[in-house]
């Protein structure tokens, strides 16, 4: 057993819904990128097929109960819910969390992240195309966005560090006012009988060349989670990676790193974040990025310098999140697959339990 809580993130999108039909063609979910991924450049590893869970639909509750036992079985101690809010009530793929909410089924924990970002076609080489806008009507869309998680976070399953629930917020530089919305969520959660909220911010760096938001505690977060890339450096590695592109055209590639330790940053109000894998070709194409050579070991590596550098917290605060539980679709999950089986999540797994 080891102290540090694993928390997956989660995508929801495994199930048809109207909008996708709109957008991309009926039936579309995020298994139609994976199916129809393809190889880009000598030694490319694609398509990437799922093994014992399958080409699942989030609908079917079997589905999910099968998620959460494999996810208990190997450490995960919650999902992070990725959740919709677009402003004025508008919301999309909240079915499969609503289900596990209201039915009790299953019992792993489980918290809310807040994409509140505008959706656009960037990701399918149409990036001005905007299919729903992240809207910010002011304090009475904060106040109803508020009442509709609050059953949510009266759940008895709800991630908490010391009695409040952890919800967290993927752009907190696009609040027009952080501070504000901070200070009236934590109001509304007192008023309704909660202890307060745990409000984590994300810390976005994806390269290494600057994070977007980094207002943590001037803001009244609880925490931030600095979110890096596993991306090599080396003059070697990138060598050889701008070869390889150049041979196929794209996509943008680098070398996987296990030098955790070194790239993130570290501090009292920071969590870490470590990432198996990343390959967003399928959904990308020649335009997506690609950390070439991610191993369940290289995975194992890393997870053991991010456990280690939150050891020395209280036990409620050994937050380690995970990008992710299932983004097929950008070469990021914890699911088995036919190629490496459980490889990721025994790494995971055997990774916390070296940092113990």
């Not at 990725?82 to 402003?87: L, N, Q, S």
């Not at 596990?100 to 918290?111: A, E, Q, R």
């Not at 509304?188 to 307060?196: I, P, Q």
Request: net charge neutral.
């Amino acid at each position: 057993m080891t102290a540090t809580r694993a928390v997956a993130f989660y995508l929801p999108q495994f199930h048809p819904v109207p909008e996708n039909d709109a957008w991309w063609g009926r039936g579309f979910t995020e298994w139609t990128n994976v199916a129809r991924a393809r190889r880009l450049y000598p030694g490319h590893v694609q398509p990437v097929v799922p093994a014992d869970l399958g080409f699942y639909d989030l609908r079917v509750p079997e589905a999910r109960a099968a998620q959460s036992e494999l996810a208990r079985s190997y450490g995960v101690e919650a999902f992070a819910y990725w959740h919709y809010w677009f402003g004025n009530g508008r919301r999309i793929l909240e079915r499969p969390f609503a289900e596990v909410l209201g039915s009790g089924s299953p019992d792993l924990s489980f918290c809310l992240a807040w994409a509140n970002q505008t959706w656009s076609g960037i990701w399918h080489g149409d990036a001005d195309r905007v299919l729903v806008r992240q809207e910010y009507p002011g304090d009475e869309d904060h106040a109803a966005h508020f009442e509709t998680v609050l059953p949510a976070f009266r759940d008895p399953r709800y991630l908490r560090v010391g009695g409040r629930p952890v919800f967290y917020v993927f752009r907190p530089e696009e609040l027009p006012d952080a501070a504000r919305f901070v200070d009236l969520w934590q109001s509304m959660a007192r008023r309704a009988g909660l202890e307060g909220l745990y409000l984590v911010a994300e810390m976005s760096d994806l390269f290494g060349t600057g994070v977007r938001y980094d207002r943590v505690k001037e803001d009244g977060f609880d925490a931030g989670v600095y979110m890096r890339m596993p991306a090599g450096t080396s003059r070697w590695d990138m060598l050889r990676m701008r070869a390889f592109r150049k041979v196929a055209g794209g996509p943008q590639i680098h070398p996987y790193s296990t030098a955790w330790a070194e790239q993130n940053r570290t501090g009292d109000l920071i969590q870490p974040c470590i990432y198996p894998n990343w390959d967003n070709t399928p959904r990308s194409g020649r335009r997506g990025v690609v950390l070439h050579g991610a191993t369940p070991e290289g995975f194992r590596a890393n997870v053991r310098q991010a456990a280690a550098s939150v050891a020395h917290r209280p036990a409620d605060e050994q937050l380690l999140w995970v990008k992710s539980w299932n983004e097929w679709a950008e070469g990021n999950h914890l699911e088995p697959d036919l190629r490496h089986g459980h490889g990721w999540l025994e790494a995971l797994r055997d990774g916390l339990r070296d940092a113990a």
